[in-house]
């Protein structure tokens, strides 16, 4: 379903950055130590969420054998449990790196603070102190992080014909369905990407300060993400259900609405600054740009952007390099999207420049983001599409040599993605020697050896 290449690659991503700052990552859960204050009751009290315990009992998606011949196998809750990265997203608070993270940053406790707890368990289990707020944590990112506050649906999910109602019917009931791409990609882009404060959920921002103090840059992309979480879904049963352009469709999907994410974080760092939230903020940056070592020749000084004057800060591209080729047939939309992010880079790399001044421009990319998105959902994503996509992003090189690492990481996240539809791509992508290109740590800048091979298979493409 996905190319091994994924796997390895999300791993070396979060990896680069860190692994230089970072000594002692083994993890030290928190064993019998309850996260519960002395004297708490553990009694239910009305809470927004249902609780992931109140999902785990065996006759509901706590069984320990798939139930056969079923769509939804019951056993939902032991694969999360057991395989999940999700379900220790809250332990991990415990571990020497997070209380590493926290002393460098002056934070008591990192899983008593807001800043950690918003992404690391369900977000609207990181503000509140009612007992049941304290028992979902424990969950980590529980079934409700993604599927949505159970209360409303929990009783009429159970009852014959639920599973027959279709994704909007669902949805009218309260229950988001993890099938419907967009509403799947704005859920994780929540904490994968970051997101405002909402009246109920508190601010997920992981930004400079945090990767700092050694916290993993977040290089979100729908595609690898999803192919990368251990399937707690009757993964048989979705095959068939699935349109065959599934892995394009998420792509193209997730890269729009990643955008979209990023876009309505930069808005809200600009436009609320504070003592823990400074403004330039650096994450928003290419990290290459100020994270390298100083050669006579480097490639910085010789790349082909001619917009840019050498030494002003590049904006990071990894949410902006990719939506511009998604411009097939879809001229007004994306006409718009491309002047809306040219604009915005060209405000972003000055130094003099005001968060206010981004607060516009940043709206109206929104919108139009928004916009492309509505019309990329209805899209299909056959052959014809595909090899349209392929040839445009052939003839990025010019484009995706003034974006440095991260242009050059998603153009090999879309080779991945689109490959399965196409032989010529899937024997370029597998050809490449990724692990060459992306893992050198010792290195703030990508393999020259890789860009070389890159090219000579964009070249190919092109053809
Ligand atoms: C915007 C959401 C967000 C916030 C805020 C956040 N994290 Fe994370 N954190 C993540 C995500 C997502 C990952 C997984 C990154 C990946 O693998 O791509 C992660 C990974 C980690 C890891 C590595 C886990 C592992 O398995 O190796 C540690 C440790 C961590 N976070 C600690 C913290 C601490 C401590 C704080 C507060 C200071 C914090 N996080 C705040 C989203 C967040
Ligand atoms: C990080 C997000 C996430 C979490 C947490 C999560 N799920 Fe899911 N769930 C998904 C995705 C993604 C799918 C697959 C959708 C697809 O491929 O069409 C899915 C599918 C399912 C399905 C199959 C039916 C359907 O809606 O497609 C069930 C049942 C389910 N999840 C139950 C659970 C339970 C129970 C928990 C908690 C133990 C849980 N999930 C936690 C994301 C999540
Ligand atoms: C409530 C916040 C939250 C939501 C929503 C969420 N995640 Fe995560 N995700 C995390 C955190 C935190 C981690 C790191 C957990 C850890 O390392 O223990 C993580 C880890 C992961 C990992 C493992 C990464 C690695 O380095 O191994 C994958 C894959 C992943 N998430 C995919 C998804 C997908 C796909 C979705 C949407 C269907 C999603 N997540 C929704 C917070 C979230
Ligand atoms: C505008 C310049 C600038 C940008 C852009 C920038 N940083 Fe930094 N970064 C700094 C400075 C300055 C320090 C502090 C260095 C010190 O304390 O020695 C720093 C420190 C760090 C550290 C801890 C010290 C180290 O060198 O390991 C890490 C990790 C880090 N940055 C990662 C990143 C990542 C990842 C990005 C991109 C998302 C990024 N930075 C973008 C300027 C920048």
Redesign the pocket.
Known sequence: MCTPGLKWFVAALTALVVCRVLVGLQATPPGNSSPLPAGVQTAKMPFALSG?TS?SARSC?GGIEPVAGQA?QQD??TK?VTQDK?AEAYRVLFNDRSTEIARRLDIDEAHKSKLCLACHTNPLAAVGSQPSVFEERESG???E???SSAPQWLGPHTTKGWSARTAKEKLAAGMK???DLPT?ARVCAGCHVGAPATDTTPLRDVNHDLIAAGHPRLNFELAAY?AN?PP??NEAA?KKERPADVEGRTWAIGQIASAQAAIELLRDRALKPGPQRPWPEFSEYDCYACHHDLHKESWRKKRADSNRQPGTLPWSAWYFAMPRFLAIEKQPEIAAVVDDLKGLASIMRKSSQHGAQVAQPALTAKEHLQQLLDELAKESYNQAFLRKLMNAISKADPAFAESGWDGAAQLYLAMAALAPHDQRTRDAVHALTVTSGFQNPNNYQIDDRFVDELREVLKKLAK
Do not use: L
């Open positions: 992931t999902c998606h939804i939902e809750y999360w999700h990112v529980g079934c992080s993604c599927h369905s993890m099938s799947r999803s979480m707690h879904w979705k």
